[in-house]
């Protein structure tokens, strides 16, 4: 096996020798958005919906039960979080479990999991996980069929240029592992059938509120 991988780097090694004398790829593509703040909360409201995902703007004293309503709605009383969720958002009323290294299988048996995020990009409808505190580590989001997650309007930028140069910092510095999430999972046969939760959570629930919340 080590021998073949050998010979294949070494054939890729060849072909890309002297690429560095080509011209130059063209960046004159936006890196900078120009809509105002109020503009690109409603642009990501709008990308994001497209995907199926369930999204509510909720004001800061109203997060804690607009949590609650969106487990409650689908009956999800087991819900993981990671050890980071702040206190303001963890709703009466339902088991939270901390993922301390979870198997797989506990995973698959909690009913939901409820997540902050890094930032939000407008122009996709895309959000970003980057195993923060609030976030906890890829498979927490990944594993349970229904994922609900708060973002903060101050988190939300406009293109994705803007999202790599705020994540530079992370992916160089703590080599943490990025996740962008459009919608819930979704994936469609050669017929274009559309099939959800094939790779991820089936249900998507977005609340949106206002940084003190979002902070809390």
């Not at 790829?25 to 369930?54: H, K, M, N, Q």
């Not at 240029?161 to 046969?189: C, K, M, N, W, Y």
């Amino acid at each position: 096996m080590s021998s073949s991988r050998e010979a294949i780097l070494g054939r890729i090694r060849t072909a890309i020798a002297g690429m560095e004398q080509t011209l130059p790829v063209s960046r004159d593509y936006r890196a900078s958005g120009g809509l105002a703040r109020s503009e690109r909360i409603d642009l990501f409201c709008r990308r994001i919906g497209d995907y199926r995902a369930e999204v509510r703007r909720v004001a800061a004293g109203d997060l804690e039960p607009a949590i609650a309503d969106a487990f409650e709605r689908r009956s999800a009383r087991r819900v993981g979080i990671a050890a980071g969720i702040p206190p303001a958002w963890r709703p009466a009323g339902v088991d939270l479990v901390e993922d301390g290294h979870l198997s797989s299988a506990e995973l698959d048996r909690l009913d939901g999991v409820l997540t902050g995020c890094t930032l939000a990009i407008a122009e996709t409808g895309t959000i970003v996980l980057a195993a923060g505190p609030s976030e906890g580590r890829r498979a927490l989001s990944l594993v349970p069929d229904l994922h609900v997650c708060v973002v903060g309007e101050d988190q939300v930028v406009e293109l994705v240029p803007e999202a790599f140069s705020a994540l530079a910092d992370i992916v160089r510095r703590d080599r943490r592992p990025i996740t962008f999430v459009s919608g819930p999972s979704a994936t469609s046969d050669i017929e274009l059938s559309r099939v959800e939760g094939v790779h991820g959570p089936r249900t998507l629930v977005v609340l949106i509120t206002d940084r003190e919340a979002s902070r809390a």
